[in-house]
């Protein structure tokens, strides 16, 4: 069965401290995958598309990278404004257009 | 500013009552989407159009109904809401590309609460 699941479900640091957080994937043939964030009351807003292992992509603090079973988001010295709910998201062949998400990590940076 | 509006933003709706929830872009973005958003559940796709004129059924279609008459509009209608019906819900669009896959771009999303 196709499943994405992401791992802490919440995590707290400090300012300044640098983490991961874990995106696992089973899909069949992964078209590509898709970090966003989600701040309260929003919609989640587009970072990263990865399509193959290997892959990285950077962005001021993130960096996503991919493997063939999963991805990581990567947190370099985070400040309190990186403080809001990641989201992965898969898009395979069984879904055509479709994504499918995993829950979310909710971070929480402390000044 | 180019996006994607929903409307209402929120909404308190008697149970038995008929809504519908409107989504309309401005990308010119062929496919189309809702999906419902549940605490400890994560983003659940209702139901999808990847063009103009067709839809598709998601993960949880049950008691919601969609169209898509042209490219810009994508309405979800609950015929008769349920309590189990609150929830966020966001309407996202994507543009088709031949080659590789490109993101999603989501509303602001409208909270429902069905009581």
Redesign the interface.
């Known amino acids: 069965e196709d499943q994405v699941t992401q791992s802490p479900e919440a995590l707290r640091l400090q300012e300044g401290e640098s983490s991961s957080l874990n995106c696992s994937y089973t899909v069949s043939g992964l ?2 995958l ?1 970090w ?1 964030r989600q701040d309260p ?6 970072l990263f ?1 990865l ?1 193959s292992a290997g892959e990285e992509k950077e962005k001021e603090r993130l960096k996503a990278t991919l493997t063939k079973k999963e991805s990581f988001l990567h947190i370099t010295a985070p400040k309190p404004e990186d403080s809001a709910t990641y ?1 992965c ?1 898969v ?1 395979a062949g069984n879904y ?9 990590t909710r971070l929480s940076v402390l000044p | 500013i180019a996006g ?1 509006t929903q409307a209402p933003t929120s909404q308190i709706l008697a149970a038995g009552r008929r809504m519908t929830l409107r989504c309309t872009q401005d990308m010119r973005h062929n ?1 189309m ?1 809702w ?1 419902r958003q549940d605490l ?6 209702i139901h ?1 159009s ?1 063009t103009a004129g067709t839809t ?1 059924k ?1 993960e949880v279609p049950d008691g919601y109904s969609v169209s898509r008459a042209n490219t810009d509009d994508f309405p979800l209608t609950l015929a008769s809401a349920v309590p189990s019906q609150t929830s966020v819900y ?1 309407c ?1 669009s ?1 543009s ?1 590309r031949a080659i ?10 409208t909270r429902l609460t069905v009581v």
């Not at chain 1, 257009?97 to 979310?104: A, E, S």
């Not at chain 2, 400890?40 to 796709?45: I, S, T």
């Not at chain 2, 590789?100 to 999303?109: L, N, P, R, V, Y």
């Open positions: 078209r590509g898709f966003y009351g929003k919609g989640p807003e587009f598309t399509y989201l998201a898009q055509g257009q479709n994504f499918v998400f995993g829950p979310g | 994607i496919a989407y999906y400890g559940l994560g983003l659940r796709l999808y990847n598709g998601g966001f996202a994507k088709d590789g896959d490109t993101e999603a771009f989501f509303g602001q999303g």
